[in-house]
């Protein structure tokens, strides 16, 4: 595979298990991706240089993994057009349902996207999907993916 066109970015080495399904599902159709732990309020400068640069290098979508207060994915939205899909992770005290809303319910101007609670593997998908309306191989793959998901 070549250059990264999916960054996938956590809040914290904990949201790593539930978030590995993201990567896996898009190894599984041939996208390449790239991780990196970076918190909106932990490391505020990292994430801003990386999501301004991240498309230098051929990242076209950024998915973001964040439990509880959940600002990641809305912060790497305000620095970038690209597409940004947030995990809401549910792990915390309320299972999920703080990140889920802090992520969904973004104020008009600066959206993001929204799968289910620990949906990293949807997120994946949809991250393909979107690449998808530029990148043939991809669109084959998913086709392809869809009839085996039907089949089974
Ligand atoms: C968020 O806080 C992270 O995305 C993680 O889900 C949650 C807890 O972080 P840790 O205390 O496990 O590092 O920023």
Redesign the pocket.
């Known amino acids: 595979m070549s250059s990264p066109l999916v960054a996938i970015i956590?809040?914290?080495?904990?949201?790593s298990e539930v978030m590995a399904d993201c990567a896996t599902v898009l190894q599984e159709l041939g996208v390449a991706s790239e991780t990196h732990v970076m918190?909106?309020?932990?490391t505020p400068d990292k994430l801003r240089q990386y999501v301004l640069s991240a498309p230098d290098h051929g990242v076209e979508v950024f998915v973001a993994?964040?439990?509880?207060?959940?600002a990641?994915p809305g912060v790497i939205a305000a620095y970038t057009t690209r597409p940004v899909i947030g995990v809401p992770?549910g792990?915390?005290g309320l299972n999920g349902m703080d990140?889920l809303l802090s992520i969904a319910q973004m104020p008009p101007g600066v959206p993001v996207a929204c799968v289910a609670i620990n949906g990293a593997r949807n997120a994946g998908l949809l991250a393909a999907e979107i690449l998808a309306l530029q990148h043939e191989d991809v669109r084959s793959r998913l086709e392809a993916y869809r009839a085996q998901l039907a089949a089974s």
């Open positions: 956590i809040g914290s080495k904990s949201d918190s909106a309020h932990r993994g964040a439990g509880m207060a959940a990641l992770i792990r915390s990140s």
